[in-house]
């Protein structure tokens, strides 16, 4: 049985037996915040939970290592479109320690696409039509820094509303203990 064929099959039952009622949520998320944190397996429950956050209480925007890497990408797009439509009033950018993109090697990404079957020719023309590929697959080496800086790029956009709070955090995936790196009332850095 293969994993999607298991995963149908699952969720004929899931609806049959009404599993989904427990689920039942408005669009508006109630503690009206966005999260954008990582996509580790590790915080896919943990990074709502030692927040207190329950289904529905927020708005939650994963990527690998919770970065905004283009101010018109679909992260920063998801972040503005949850404060000017979809009733968020707040944002949460909550890197973590011991993320896969801090210790991320573009060599080795690189090897494993080539040994795929990626030719390096299609790297090469990336390249030269103005795609850095190494820069778009690099991770950052201090989680601070990244958190920082993902905070840095929301409160200068220019579409952003700065009257709306944005706070730095950054999680332990093994206890959920969380640090404060902003504090979007006060607006203050405290790493
Ligand atoms: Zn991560």
Request: hydrophobic share 40%; net charge negative.
């Amino acid at each position: 049985m293969t994993l999607l064929s298991e995963i149908l099959e699952y969720n004929n039952k899931f609806v049959a037996g009404k599993e989904y009622e427990q689920f039942e949520t408005s669009k508006v998320p109630s503690m009206k915040a966005v999260l954008l944190t990582c996509m580790d397996t590790r915080l896919q429950e943990l990074s709502t939970r030692a927040l207190g956050m329950k289904n529905g209480d927020v708005k939650v925007v994963k990527n690998a290592g919770a970065v905004i890497s283009h101010p018109y990408g679909s992260t920063m797009k998801s972040l503005l479109v949850g404060i000017y439509a979809l009733g968020a009033e707040e944002i949460i950018i909550m890197g973590h320690k011991d993320c896969g993109m801090g210790s991320i090697d573009v060599d080795v990404v690189l090897e494993a696409m080539k040994s795929r079957g990626i030719r390096q020719e299609v790297i090469d023309t990336l390249n030269y039509s103005g795609i850095d590929v190494n820069h778009f697959l690099s991770g950052f080496s201090d989680v601070y820094e990244s958190v920082k800086s993902n905070i840095q790029t929301v409160i200068n956009h220019p579409l952003f509303d700065t009257n709306v709070p944005v706070h730095g955090l950054v999680i332990d995936p093994h206890t959920g203990a969380v640090e404060l790196v902003y504090d979007g009332y006060k607006k203050e850095f405290y790493k």
